[in-house]
């Protein structure tokens, strides 16, 4: 009897090892996945419990929804596009350009990446805000009335803060691109006869786009889904979907709409986190 | 076009004439580069002459690479002047000194196919596209890769990727081609079939000049016209290939420079002339050998080269020593045996070997021609 219930041992090995995926499946279950799947049922049932298709189609027509749409697409393209741009720029002066203190600066542009994004767009207040430094002195030094820079509480306010904020997460992978090109490749170009742009253009640049990519994706799935900085900026007119469904949920508790609006942002994250993976996968990054 | 073999000498030879350039000069003028305080190319004076190839050789360290990287503009030298012909090149930056080159690793463009892996140069200086295309033509054709342009680096071989760099660096017709360890990545025999294509691609560009920087000997006697030996940033010897092999001026280039015995003599005559036979006394032999400026009494090194040592004496073979026999080692078309003769170990490679050697320890002659043998001053370096 005992022979006919023992398990051979690998046997027992193979079952007890399939169990080690029941506490993270939980724990994401009850974390991740629940909470999901409230906010997907709530979408289409109203304040009150019963089911509400209609108001689905309603939303996804009305003219707040498609406006903070508008918004977070041009300002996360936007604001990716900075990042970028000043992410290749500063990941070209950092990898080869020769400086002492190089390596020191590149951990600094880095530590962006641990702060929380509102702090930029406080620091950005007190520089850029109506009564920040620098309008105080213009203001001074040219006995103006009015501040003359005026561009923070807007969208450009909104994109300067997460280009600054973002761009670190284009600088990183870029300089580890930037680091595995082969050197002498560059000086095989340059004894050709190859000056320093052609040798950026025609030697570098090909071997960093993965890394490109790579951060240019993850800065456009980061910018779709920030709220910190364009609540902190509270430019007027400047409504994006996570500040959408903030603005629906807490201030005017229409949860169904909330839901909805929050739907739609969990499909636009997911379908570039997708892109992003791809990409990622497709370039080995 | 069609496409070469890839075997043997005969790949480089197809269109080399249109590629042929006039070389120019190389001239180091007390060219010493520092890293800090650390002097690693200590004041160096040397030429090149048009067309010609000079190996510098030494091991890892010696500053040879450097002295390389300084011609190609990659070093600023401390102190001293770079010419390249009449261009004095000491201040300009790589891209202007009208250079090629090769690495080890190849150093191609991995994004771009062959073609214009070989066009890169070209395009870079605005050549117009009807000279790109047939310079491409040309170079991959001289080195027999013509049936390749279209791939990519990744889809040749390290043989291949390598002409394919010699390529790149001649379509741009360079005044002087630097050559940086070339074959080091490759395994053996495509090296030394690589060494024999170079060869050939030398007699047909016979106007080019070449820097050849290598750790590898053989690749230096099979292919340079003169060899400078570099050791702790300075120049030990320089001289013609054949002239510094023979009659090696000094201990290290003795030893670097192929394996040679060297046994301590005493000279018992001076030479009478700068080619001149002296003798020396090593226990109760008196031996012959070209001499130098050596005087009665003085201690030194006779030099002889393992091949020439011969196991049966002849009227020519006249010089003779005794050892006692402690190795034999047999490697198919060479057998080497190593004596001991009066506490110095001594190798002999022998293609053809008595019916019956002696027993290991048995004492055992060895005889030596005068004119295969030279005096080497113990303490002189460079």
Partial sequence: M??????????????????????????????????????????????????NVAEFARVLHARFFLNALINTITISVAATAGCLIVGLVLGLILALVPFPGSGVIARLIDTFIALPTFLVTLAFTFLYGSAGMLNAGLMEMFSLQAPPVDFLYSTWGVILAEVTVYSPFVLRPLLAAFSLVDRSQIEAASVLGARPFRIVRQVILPAAVPALIAGGSLCLLLTVNEFGIVLFIGAKGVITLPLLIYSKAIQESAYQVACIIAVINIVLSLGLF???????????? | MSVPALTGSNVMDVDAAKIRGAGSNVHFDKVSVAYGTHVVLHPLTLDIAPGEILAMIGPSGSGKTTALRAVAGFVKPASGRIRIGATDVTDLPPYERGLGMVVQ?????PHMRVEDNVAFGLRAQGADKTLIGER????????????FAGRYPRELSGGQQQRVAIARALAVRPRVLLLDEPLSALDAQIRRNMV?????????????????VTHDQTEALTLADKIAIMRDGRVSSHGPTGELYRRPPNRFTAEFLGRANLLPVTVAEGAAG?????????????????????????????????????LTGDEEHTNRIVG????VHWQGELTHLVLDVDGTPVRV????????????????????????????PEDVRG
């Fill in chain 2, 136 to 147: 491409v033509k040309d170079a991959l054709a001289t080195v027999g890769m013509s049936g």
């Fill in chain 1, 2 to 51: 005992a022979d006919a219930v023992a398990l051979p041992a690998p046997m027992t090995r193979r079952v007890s090892g399939r169990l080690w995926i029941v506490p993270p499946t939980a724990l994401l279950a009850l974390l991740f996945f629940y909470p999901l799947a409230l906010i997907a049922r709530q979408a289409f049932l109203d304040d009150s419990g019963v089911a």
């Fill in chain 2, 105 to 109: 690793n190849y150093a191609l463009f």
């Fill in chain 2, 274 to 310: 700068p080619k001149g036979m002296a003798t020396a006394k090593l226990g109760d032999a008196v031996l012959a050998g070209a001499g130098r400026s050596e005087k009665p009494g003085d201690k030194t090194l006779l030099c002889i080269r393992p091949q020439h040592l011969s």
């Fill in chain 2, 324 to 327: 006692t026999l402690k190795e």
């Fill in chain 2, 196 to 212: 024999e294509e170079i060869a050939k691609l030398h007699r047909d560009l016979p106007g080019l000049t070449i820097l050849y």
């Fill in chain 1, 274 to 285: 997708s892109l992003y993976r791809f990409a990622a996968g497709r370039l080995g990054v």
């Fill in chain 2, 349 to 376: 490679s022998a293609t053809r070997l008595p019916v019956s050697l002696p027993e290991r320890g048995s004492a055992m002659p060895l005889f030596f021609t005068p004119g295969d043998t030279s005096l080497v």
